[in-house]
């Protein structure tokens, strides 16, 4: 047989299917992302839409729509198939209703509910001259009313009973298809009010709230069950009470108001007199009549003389005779204004002020006294407020003025010392700060030259960052984790290592998976200290889109043709590929553990 006849036999039939069946193939896989597209577009386009209304108003925004047990809302996507239609709303009765949806929209048209009703039953003992019930459906006012009973749309109703003086609210709540009672049965009592003094008037509180504002004699109805508060008023004088409501009786109260009576004099004499309550009584002498008893405070003022403060009692039906002797005012307000100064420690304003009382009087041994405790208080606090500015060669300074000025003061010698040795101490701080900020620098350096390679890196914001930390020296590390990402199966193809100085650098890796995509470790190492090294990473992962799936037959693909695996930018087929995130991040740390160690 001839080689024609050979090559046109049994044998030709194979060689032709071992051709054509990777393209049979190709077009199968073809076929099959495009029936898979043509689901998503048109499941894309299948949607719900409804309206609701209740009593004519469209309630969309506080109605839940479900469609099986997912809450939907109108336009919402949905899958094909059957469903259970439920719409609930906390004013109307529930609607449900099954349905078939295939692609495309559905549309439940205008869908109507019913307003749902309960029972409102309301008791008021006593009753109420004004009763007012309101909701945002129904509401209603009745007078000198004991209740009512009336269905009413479910909602939450305010009630009010108003009284001579008192207001009692309530809130109601009806469900629908029940019946709810409220009851409203305040204890009220009455009180009677007299006064032994004409031409005085009252204010009556209960709590903060004022009641009524009246003269003598009263009679006050429908006051609560508790305690009130009086406040009488006469000819500017104030009393205060507490009254105790009974309730069902008249309350019976007398107010007596007692006063007493005082004299005054002054040396000069044409004082202005003047109480802490803001009332002006005149000039001395002076005899003051209707005093309230208890404690005054009164002050008496003459130019060119310091104002004093004269606090007196004043007892109920008793005459008291004062005197009093007004001094100049120049070196009295000097001095006085020393002594506060002095009190709240502001010793550099009472210096200034017994300095002018000196002037005024130069023989004075208080004043002379005074100076030398204000001199000795400013050298301290001057030392205090430089220690706690961190200055200690001023507060040394100043703590020695101190010891000059009072040789056996004790506090001030101690400072001295103490401030002695806080200059040595800063010093030994400072060098101790600045080998620490050595240290955390050199730390933070691998974790911040990782963030700096990152913010220039695509999709970096999707994958997770990993660190580790691991013995040994930044060389030695680099050695390592080339073998552990070369070394086994599957192989990394590593790009250039690039250093950072001396004692960082960068490794970038990456791994085809064939039709699957790629995965790329970026990874930052750096020694953070003595025999540590850190080590900072991310496992970027890749899957081809439709597109790139057939351009990486014919060319090169890069991260931009790529789709990121993550969960906001897969498809919801595409979901099983999320586990491979932890597959690479694992085997990325199993082969540091294994190479490199912990």
């Known amino acids: 047989m001839t080689d024609q006849a050979k090559s046109s036999g049994p044998n030709r039939q194979p060689t032709w299917g071992r051709v054509v069946r990777p393209f049979i193939c190709w077009f199968l896989l073809v076929l099959v992302l495009f029936a898979i597209r043509t689901h998503q577009r048109l499941s894309e386009q299948t949607h719900l839409t409804f309206r609701v209304s209740l009593q004519g108003r469209p309630i969309l925004y506080e109605t839940k729509a479900r469609l099986g047990d997912k809450v939907v809302d109108p336009g919402s996507r949905i899958s094909i198939g059957r469903h259970n239609f439920t719409l609930s709303h906390p004013k109307a009765k529930s609607y449900s209703t099954n349905l078939f949806v295939w692609y495309g929209e559905r549309n439940l048209g205008d869908i109507v509910m019913e307003r749902a009703t309960g029972v409102l039953s309301l008791d008021v003992h006593p009753p109420a001259p004004l009763l ?64 032994n003094r004409t031409e005085a008037n009252f204010h009556l509180f209960n709590g903060e709230n004022q009641v009524l504002e009246s003269e003598f004699p009263a009679m006050v109805p429908e006051l609560l069950e508790g ?25 019976a109260v007398r107010i007596e108001l007692e006063y007493g009576a005082a004299i005054f004099e002054t040396e000069p004499m044409g004082a ?43 007892k109920a039906q008793e005459t008291n005779s004062f005197h009093i002797n007004l001094v100049s005012r120049t070196f009295a307000l000097a001095m006085a204004q020393a002594r506060r100064a002095t009190e709240t420690t502001n010793f550099s304003s009472a210096v200034e002020a017994l300095t002018e009382a000196l002037t005024e009087k130069p023989d004075d041994v208080t004043a002379k ?17 430089k220690a706690r500015q961190g200055d200690y060669t001023g507060a040394l300074a100043a703590a020695e003025m101190a010891v000059s000025l009072s040789p056996e003061h004790e506090i001030a010698k101690r400072l001295v010392i103490t401030y002695k040795r806080a200059m040595e101490e800063a010093e030994l701080k400072d060098k101790e700060a600045q080998l620490q900020e050595t240290i955390a620098a050199r730390e ?23 660190e580790l930390k691991v013995k040994g020296t930044l060389a030695d590390i680099e050695v390592k984790l080339k073998r552990a990402l070369t070394n ?16 960082t650098f960068f490794l970038q890796a990456k791994q085809g998976m064939k039709l699957s995509g790629w995965r790329r470790l970026d990874l930052v190492a750096g020694q953070s200290r003595a025999g540590e090294v850190t080590i900072v990473f991310k496992v970027f992962e890749y899957t081809y889109s439709v597109v790139s799936s057939l351009q990486v037959l014919v060319a090169k693909v890069e991260d931009k043709d790529m789709i990121p695996i993550h969960e906001s930018q897969l498809g919801s087929y595409d979901r099983n590929l999320l586990k491979r995130r932890e597959e690479g991040v694992r085997l990325i740390r199993d082969r540091i553990r294994q190479d490199v160690g912990e």
């Open 488 to 503: 086994q199966e599957p192989v990394f193809k590593l790009q250039p290592v690039e250093h950072e100085g001396t004692d």
């Open 444 to 466: 933070r350096r691998p974790l911040e030259y990782f963030h700096e390679r990152m913010r220039r890196t695509m999709n970096s914001l999707l994958f997770d960052e990993q």
């Open 227 to 251: 305690t009130y508060k009086l406040i009488v008023l006469h000819h500017g004088n104030r009393w205060d009470e507490r009254l105790l409501v009974k309730p069902g009786i008249t309350n």
């Open 272 to 314: 202005a007199i003047s109480s802490t309550d803001g009332r002006n009584w005149g000039v001395t002498p002076i005899v003051l009549t209707e005093l309230k008893p208890g404690a005054w405070q009164f002050k008496f003022e003459l130019k060119g003389h310091e104002p004093m403060d004269f606090p007196v009692v004043i």
């Open 369 to 385: 006294h005074m100076l030398e405790r204000a001199l000795l208080g400013v050298a301290l606090q001057r030392a205090d407020s």
């Open 132 to 195: 007012y019930i309101h909701g945002p459906e129904f509401s209603i006012i009745l007078t000198n009313s004991g209740g009512m009973t009336s269905a009413v749309p479910t909602d939450s109703y305010s009630v009010d009973a108003n009284y001579a003086h008192w207001r009692e609210r309530g809130d109601v709540e009806i469900p629908f298809g029940q019946t709810v009672v409220h009851r409203i049965a305040p204890k009220l009592g009455t009180i009677s009010l007299i006064c």
